[in-house]
């Protein structure tokens, strides 16, 4: 981070070379310290409560005993995983295909001395771990990156131990989007690729047939497009009062662009087009 922050109002480097930082601080004000969608138990909750609450869902099904061997696929800044190596005392090996995520990751565990986590720059689909050598896969909120979807799956289950839990979740797609409408909401698509980068979803039911098909025994696949709706409301909230400190830190046309793909999703998941999926299977 390139800002100190007093109370909510940081104080910000604006150095060229810390643009990276600058992202990165603009996607906190906007979304909050954990970058993810939220689980509202009602319209009225805080947007870091639902966010925590999501993490508490993936908690509940993945769990852990200490001494678990666990791995993150696609672990961000490394922060969750920090997270949960320090209160399930497991141990955690947190990859990312991002250089920048395994050195933010790699900082944070030494800053809090956590010798139990590492952070591997490694692809998911494809990660040349052993087979059999972890007792829980976590994938919050990256498999949507991923576009050979079974390959991930696939790897997941590979490495993990008999009886070893996969919890994942993540935006779905909630219906087949026939190819003129895809044309007619090119100019929306193109929006939701600028803000969030390349994505592809699928539908939750072909993530549990898949790992069905991989000899796993999926618990539960669970639709919670209605819980995370509330999250876009929560971001352009945020926009609203960080818009001063957003604007500096990323410019006008990207804030715009980040408020405009808070619509369009919003849209989406008003008309089933795309939603949020939660799952919990084992080996
Ligand atoms: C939206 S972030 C989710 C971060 C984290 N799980 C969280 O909830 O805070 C997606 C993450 O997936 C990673 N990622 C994208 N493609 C990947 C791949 N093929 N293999 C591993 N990680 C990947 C990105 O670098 C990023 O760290």
Same mark, same amino acid.
């Given at each position: ?12 480097? &604006? ?10 601080? *603009? ?12 689980? #509202? ?5 805080? $947007? ?5 609450? /999501? ?8 769990? #852990? ?30 990859? +990312? ?14 800053? =809090? ?38 390959? $991930? /799956?696939?790897?997941?289950? =590979? ?19 026939? #190819? ?15 803000? #969030?980068?390349? *994505? ?9 047939? +898949? $790992?069905?098909? /991989? ?6 696949? &669970? ?37 405009? *793909? &808070? ?9 089933? +087009? ?7 299977? +084992? =080996?």
């Amino acid at each position: 981070m390139t800002s100190t922050s007093h109370g909510t109002q940081p104080v910000i480097n &604006t150095e060229p070379s810390h643009h990276y930082d600058r992202v990165h601080e *603009a996607w906190e004000l906007l979304m909050g310290a954990e970058f993810h969608y939220g689980f #509202f138990a009602d319209a009225r909750t805080p $947007l870091a409560a639902a966010t925590a609450a /999501l993490t508490e869902e993936m908690i509940r099904r993945a769990r #852990f005993a200490p001494g678990d061997r666990v791995l993150d696929v696609g672990c961000g800044t490394g922060r969750q995983a920090c997270d949960l190596a320090e209160r399930f005392d497991v141990e955690l090996v947190g990859i +990312t295909t991002s250089e920048t995520g395994v050195d933010a990751g790699l900082h944070q565990a030494a800053n =809090r001395g956590l010798v139990q986590v590492s952070f591997e720059q490694r692809d998911g689909t494809d990660n040349k771990f052993p087979d059999a050598s972890f007792d829980v896969v976590w994938v919050l909120e990256s498999s949507h990156l991923m576009r050979d979807r079974r390959a $991930l /799956l696939s790897e997941c289950v =590979r490495v993990l131990r008999p009886g070893g839990r996969l919890v994942l979740c993540d935006i779905i797609r909630r219906r087949e989007i026939p #190819f003129l409408e895809v044309r007619s909401r090119r100019r929306e698509f193109g929006v939701l690729r600028a803000a #969030f980068g390349d *994505a592809h979803m699928e539908p939750l039911a072909d993530y549990a047939e +898949t $790992l069905r098909g /991989l000899g796993m025994t999926v618990h539960d696949a &669970t639709d919670i497009s209605a819980e995370t709706l509330g999250t876009f409301a929560a971001w352009r909230a945020n926009a609203e009062t960080y818009r001063d400190q957003v604007i500096q830190l990323i410019g006008l046309d990207s804030l715009d662009e980040f408020v405009e *793909a &808070t619509e369009i999703l919003e849209r989406f998941w008003g008309d089933e +087009t795309l939603g949020y999926g939660i799952l919990s299977a +084992t =080996r």
